[in-house]
């Protein structure tokens, strides 16, 4: 059974800095690429960054380019997004994702950009 759990979310103020993990099961982590997506209040549900099954290809929504990082540990069964920069407009419940056909969920972890 597919087990995503996301987990990093927190309260910021805008300009700083927050770490997401996805700790992730019941699969051969590191054949697979993987997701993060986030989804603000009254907005659809949109892919923020992805990486190849090595971590050797990524890439990202333009509102996150040159703030946020996707990466890795094939060892540790975890994907990272390192957010920096951060913005109000960048308050969401974040989900990582998997797609084998059809698409796997955590369960999200909510991160408010606030002042």
């Known amino acids: 059974q597919v087990q995503l759990v996301e987990s990093g979310g927190n309260l910021v103020q805008p300009g700083g800095s927050l770490r997401l993990s996805c700790a992730a099961s019941g699969f051969t982590f590191r054949s697979y690429a993987m997701n993060w997506y986030r989804q603000a209040p009254g907005k659809e549900r949109e892919l923020v960054a992805g990486i190849t099954s090595n971590g050797g290809s990524t890439n990202y929504a333009d509102s996150v380019k040159g703030r946020f990082t996707i990466s890795r540990d094939n060892a540790k069964n975890t994907v990272y997004l390192q957010m920096n920069s951060l913005k109000p407009e960048d308050t969401a419940v974040y989900y990582c994702?998997?797609?084998?056909?059809?698409?796997?969920w955590g369960q999200g972890t909510q991160v408010t950009v606030s002042s």
């Open positions: 994702n998997l797609w084998v056909g059809v698409n796997y």
